[in-house]
């Protein structure tokens, strides 16, 4: 064999893989790294769409606990406002109920000193009656002298 001949087949040889590899197996490869390239390009964006929505969560979160917190703050301000309000109509109420007592035992002492009135008229009345009987020594008719008796009571 010839060193040209040797030389030249293996020339042709590795013309024939170099075909090969760029008719057959180049293509397979290119379409491989493509599909990769568009995999990590495709996790790349996803990640970054999902850094984006994490921020706008975080961001909507933060607008929400905010207004909670003015919720809520308003809602205690309420429950303020209604227990100084019930307090206040407690107070009313109280006042009202003590005047109405005041009034009553006012009432009831008013009876009271009239009762104790009556009760003294009749007694100075019998104290009268008792001390005209020992003045004139001799028993008086209550029955006769029930309108003078009467009268008497009227002017003390």
């Given at each position: 064999m010839n060193i040209n001949a040797t030389l030249f087949v293996q020339a042709l040889s590795f013309a024939a893989l170099i075909w090969f590899s760029v008719r057959f197996v180049w293509p397979m490869i290119t379409d491989a790294m493509d599909e990769r390239n568009r995999r990590i390009a495709d996790g790349l964006a996803a990640a970054?769409?999902?850094k984006q929505a994490l921020e706008r969560s975080a961001q909507q979160?933060?607008?929400a606990i905010a207004q909670a917190r003015g919720r809520a703050t308003d809602?205690?301000?309420q429950a303020e406002k209604r227990a100084t309000q019930m307090i206040e109509e407690a107070k009313v109420s109280a006042k009202v109920e003590?005047?109405?007592l005041v009034a009553g035992a006012k009432a009831e002492v008013e009876q009271?000193?009239?009762r104790a009135r009556e009760v003294l008229r009749t007694q100075?009345?019998?104290l009268a009656?008792?001390?005209a009987e020992q003045i004139l020594k001799r028993e008086v008719d209550a029955k006769v002298h029930a309108d003078l008796i009467a009268a008497v009571q009227k002017q003390l």
């Open positions: 970054e769409a999902g979160s933060d607008e809602i205690l301000a003590g005047d109405r009271e000193v009239a100075v009345a019998a009656v008792a001390g």
